[in-house]
């Protein structure tokens, strides 16, 4: 099991490093992750993560400080050495402007 906290403030810039963040670049973001691990039985496994996220400060295509969040759900099944059945569920959702459709 894992629980991560990060806050990165908005002036942070380093130009040879990698950080555990949501965008490429560390810097302007603050979070919270969460992961598991188990094995509820011989030969399965569930794993997940939950990753809530926030941006205080304005990014590329968004006109205000945006946040998002990450998760994923996964159950493995292995009858044998060779061969491994996985069942997996991940979605993300993230701040995005919304463009006028209507043009006068």
Not at 21 to 43: A, D, Q, V
Not at 48 to 73: A, E, S, V
Request: aromatic share 18%; proline share 5%; with cysteine.
């Amino acid at each position: 099991m894992v629980v991560l906290y990060r806050r990165l403030h908005k002036a942070y810039q380093s130009l040879f490093s990698n950080a555990f963040t949501e965008k490429t670049e560390p810097g302007n973001e603050s979070g919270l992750y969460w992961g598991i691990t188990f094995r509820p039985r011989t030969r399965w496994q569930v794993d997940g993560y939950l990753d809530l996220y926030k941006f205080h400060w304005l990014q590329y295509q968004i006109d205000k400080p945006g946040m998002g969040i990450d998760y994923l759900f996964q159950i493995t099944y292995s009858p044998s050495r060779a061969a491994n059945l996985v069942l997996r569920y991940r979605d993300e959702a993230k701040s995005a402007n919304i463009r006028n459709c209507w043009y006068p």
